[in-house]
């Protein structure tokens, strides 16, 4: 039997474990014992006890109650909880998520004391270190035995950067096992769409029909901290609602609600909150954000998640970094990068409404088998 401690912080981390939760629980169960943590990097109730609840994730073994602090201060307290964990529980390998302060502190934590890092979403790269993602991504990827990479182009990049794609099990961390395995999102988005039509009444209770509305999303800290970048995304916004009559739903992560009338300034702000075409919802669970993505029009978001999640769904995305982790949906046409550039983001718009039918999105992320590979893997079991 083999023992895994998985490390869970943020919301998106929370629901790419569901992936590997129900794997374990549906086909390994007698092979695989799985402990979670949560960090509480997230402590906000609706971006993780209601995702954990409705996912059916085991609930935690242990939480940490990190809360919200600095960088330092928040992976520190990480890194001291965690090592007392891992002491005790004395697991076969630690699974870490993507590319928070949770994912780095864990990486520290484990590969002090010797245990084995399994990194899933690996090779990631925005080629872009101002980003802390980055940084957390790379030093999770050099510290890990098991890397698993959802798309050839993070398998690329691990190569490129020096491990071996022709090493074979035992795997250790100086002999690392690369993998192109798919994404666990899209494991995900497949099991819970069917299950979001009977449980999500999110399109009811506001209205929206079936690809009649846009939606989008704003939560990093360079968009929404910085008031000229938050009051060009915004902009571009309200000129699309008014200018072509769109309606906007706005799912507001905690973060950009309690900035948004501080660094939109009154003035804008206003002309928001006048704007009857946009739609601001408070945090929303997974299901109802699987309905709103399956079933809007575009994606208009900063988060690597959604838009991805898009393209899994075959809606255009505007991206709202300078960058993306995910330059096939780019390569593929499916996205473009716009950065907080309120011209571009218009430009973008036009050419999607333009050619919305023209699209093509070829399958990019695997099979939906993702999470079994992995565990397949832990297990040594040869494919």
Not at 42 to 55: C, G, P
Not at 127 to 142: G, Q, T
């Amino acid at each position: 039997m083999k023992k895994i401690v998985t490390v869970i912080g943020a919301r998106p981390q929370i629901i790419k474990a569901a992936a590997l939760s129900r794997a374990i629980a549906n086909l390994y169960s007698d092979q695989i014992t799985e402990i979670i943590v949560h960090t509480g990097q997230h402590y906000d109730t609706n971006m993780s006890k209601v995702f954990i609840d409705e996912l059916g994730i085991p609930q935690p073994a242990y939480n940490l109650q990190v809360g919200s602090a600095s960088h330092g201060i928040q992976t520190a307290r990480i890194i001291e909880g965690l090592e007392d964990i891992l002491l005790n529980e004395k697991p076969d390998y630690l699974v870490l998520y993507g590319d928070t302060n949770s994912t780095l502190a864990g990486a520290i934590a484990a590969s002090k004391i010797h245990i084995p890092i399994v990194h899933i979403e690996a090779g990631l790269r925005s080629f872009n270190k101002r980003m802390p993602e980055e940084i957390n991504r790379i030093l999770c990827d050099h510290a890990s035995t098991l890397l698993f990479s959802p798309t050839r182009t993070g398998y690329d990049n691990l190569v490129r950067e020096g491990f071996n794609p022709d090493h074979k099990a035992p795997f250790h961390p100086d002999h690392q096992g690369i993998f192109h395995c798919g994404d666990v999102m899209y494991d995900n988005s497949l099991f819970f769409k069917e299950l979001a039509k009977s449980k999500s009444d999110i399109l009811e209770k506001n209205g929206l029909a079936d690809g009649q509305f846009i939606l989008g999303t704003i939560h990093r800290d360079n968009n929404t901290d910085l008031p000229e970048r938050l009051q060009a995304i915004f902009a571009a916004l309200i000129e699309i609602a008014e200018t072509y009559q769109e309606t906007i739903v706005l799912p507001l992560h905690p973060r950009t609600s309690q900035l948004l009338e501080q660094n939109l300034g009154s003035d804008l702000y206003q002309k928001l909150q006048s704007t009857p075409t946009i739609k601001i919802l408070p945090p929303v669970s997974f299901l109802d954000m699987i309905q709103l993505e399956s079933n809007c029009k575009l994606v208009i978001t900063d988060s690597g998640g959604v838009q991805k999640e898009a393209y899994f769904f075959q809606k255009p995305g505007i991206i709202l970094r300078y960058e993306t982790e995910w330059v096939e949906i780019v390569q593929e046409q499916a996205a473009i990068v716009t950065n907080a550039d309120k011209e571009k983001i218009l430009s973008a718009y036009y050419h999607f409404h333009s050619t919305e039918n023209g699209l093509k999105f070829l399958p990019l992320f695997g099979d939906g088998k993702a999470a079994e590979f992995i565990c397949e893997t832990i297990l040594g079991i040869e494919r």
